[in-house]
């Protein structure tokens, strides 16, 4: 599964760029 980073669609790597951005959004507030 961890292929899923190196997709050529992005969509997955997108997903958990979103979720790290959101985390440390939080962690800030």
Not at 1 to 29: A, H, K, Q, V
Request: charged letters at 15%; glycine letters at 4%.
């Amino acid at each position: 599964m961890e292929t899923r980073s190196s997709d050529s669609t992005g969509s997955p790597n997108r997903l958990t760029l979103s979720m790290s951005i959101l985390e440390l959004l939080s962690y800030s507030n």
